[in-house]
C-alpha cells in the first residue's frame, strides 16, 4: 500500500469557505507531531436529534456498563457509562436510518430512528449460551506457547479526544502465523492464553481499555463476525508500556487468523474534559496546531497537526516500511462505525496454545 505526505495538494482546498466537523484521530510519529485526521466536512449544519437514555438488562433491570450504540457503518456511535446511561446526537439527515444497542453477552437490538424518544431506557436480554468442554491438565504436562502480532513501536496513537470525538473508537491488528512471527511448529486451531497493548504514553491518569475479537471478514478481509461473549475490560494507570489481558480462563478457541482490537473506554466526562484541553491547546498554541494531509488507499485524508502535545492515553504503533510491510491494521471512529485500513500498525501481541 503506498502512503505519502502530498502538502502542496492539501493546501490548494479552499480552507477558509469550509466549515469542519473534526472528529480526530491523534497521532504521535517519531517526532513529538501529533496528527489529527479530519473525518468529514460539512457545509451546513443540520438540525439534530438528541437522545439521552439507559440501557439495562431486561430481565435484572440492572445497568449495563459500556454497551456499544451507533448507526452501523457511520460515523454516529457512543458508548454507555459505568451506570447505564448514555447520550448520543444523531443528525437530522439519519433520521431514517436505524440506531443499534450491542453488549457483549446481549442479544442484538436495533430501532428506527424515528421510534424512538428523546429520552429511553434500552433492554437488551443476554443470549443463550451452551457451555464449552474444558480440558484441565495436570500440572507436569509442558503447553507449548507461542506469541503472534507486532512488537515495533515507532509512534502513538489516541483517537478518542476530538472535538466531535465519539466513544468506542478502536483498533484492530490482524493475527496471523506469519513472517515475522512464524512458528513452523504452530497448527490451527490455538487457545488464547493473553493479549498485550504497548500504551505509548498515558497523561489522564487511570484509563480503561476493553479487548475484542473479531473474524476476519471473507469478502473484505476486514474485522468481521464478533467471536468474544463477555466485555473483558482492564484498567490501569501506567504511564508507558505493556499491559497484559489474561484471557486464559475462557477457553477461547480460533480455527485460524483472526483480528485483535482494543477499544477505548471512556466516561461522557472524561470525553469532555478531554475536549476541553484541546480547545484551550488551540487557542493558547495556535502556531502549535498545523493543516497537512495524508494520502491513504489514494484517499486525501486533510489533518491537523498538535507538535508537542498528546494527551490522553495513546496506544502504541509503528509507521516503519516494515511493519507496513508485514501486518494489517484497521481502526474505526465510534461504535459499531465503519472499519477502514488504517495507516499504521498497532503495537499488540497474543500469546496462544494448542
Known amino acids: 500500500m503506498k502512503r505519502s505526505f502530498p502538502h502542496s495538494l492539501f493546501r490548494m482546498l479552499p480552507w477558509d469557505k469550509i466549515e469542519f466537523r473534526i472528529p480526530r484521530i491523534n497521532l504521535l510519529i517519531g517526532s513529538p507531531v501529533l496528527i489529527v485526521l479530519i473525518t468529514s466536512i460539512s457545509t451546513a449544519t443540520i438540525s439534530q436529534i438528541h437522545l439521552k437514555g439507559k440501557v439495562v438488562d431486561g430481565k435484572t433491570n440492572t445497568a449495563i456498563p459500556y454497551a456499544n450504540i451507533g448507526i452501523i457503518n457511520t460515523r454516529i456511535g457512543t458508548i454507555s457509562d459505568g451506570d447505564g446511561t448514555f447520550s448520543l446526537a444523531i443528525p437530522g439527515e439519519n433520521t431514517g436510518d436505524t440506531l443499534t444497542f450491542s453488549a457483549l453477552g446481549y442479544k442484538l437490538k436495533s430501532i428506527p430512528v424515528s421510534a424512538l424518544s428523546e429520552s429511553i431506557d434500552i433492554l437488551l436480554f443476554q443470549n443463550e449460551t451452551l457451555l464449552q468442554e474444558v480440558t484441565v491438565r495436570a500440572k507436569k504436562d ?22 466531535d470525538a465519539n466513544a468506542g473508537a478502536s483498533v484492530a491488528l490482524l493475527i496471523e502465523n506469519k513472517y515475522p512471527s512464524y512458528h513452523e511448529e504452530l497448527r490451527y486451531p490455538v487457545f488464547l ?36 461473549d463477555r466485555s473483558i475490560i482492564l484498567e490501569s494507570d501506567i504511564k508507558k508500556g505493556w499491559i497484559d489481558f489474561d484471557i486464559s480462563q475462557y477457553n477461547i478457541q480460533v480455527p485460524g487468523p483472526f483480528f485483535l482490537a482494543f477499544e477505548w473506554i471512556m466516561e461522557e466526562s472524561e470525553r469532555n474534559q478531554l475536549k476541553e484541553i484541546y480547545r484551550n491547546f488551540e487557542q493558547q498554541y495556535p502556531e502549535r496546531v498545523v493543516m497537512d494531509s495524508t494520502l491513504v488507499d489514494g484517499k486525501i485524508i486533510p489533518a491537523l497537526h498538535y507538535i508537542h ?16 510491510e508485514h501486518y494489517t491494521c484497521y481502526s474505526r471512529y465510534n461504535s459499531l462505525g465503519k472499519w477502514e485500513r488504517a495507516a499504521y500498525i498497532l503495537t499488540a501481541r497474543v500469546s496462544v496454545r494448542q
Open 142 to 163: 509442558k503447553v507449548k506457547e507461542w506469541e503472534l502480532g507486532n512488537r515495533y513501536e515507532k509512534g502513538g496513537l489516541n483517537m478518542s479526544s476530538g472535538v
Open 193 to 228: 492464553e493473553s493479549a498485550k497493548l504497548k500504551i505509548s504514553d498515558n497523561t489522564t491518569g487511570p484509563f480503561k481499555i476493553r479487548v475484542r475479537l473479531y473474524e476476519v471478514d471473507s469478502l473484505t478481509g476486514a474485522p468481521g463476525v464478533e467471536f468474544l
Open 309 to 324: 502535545f498528546l494527551p490522553g492515553t495513546a496506544f502504541g504503533v509503528s509507521l516503519l516500511p516494515f511493519s507496513l
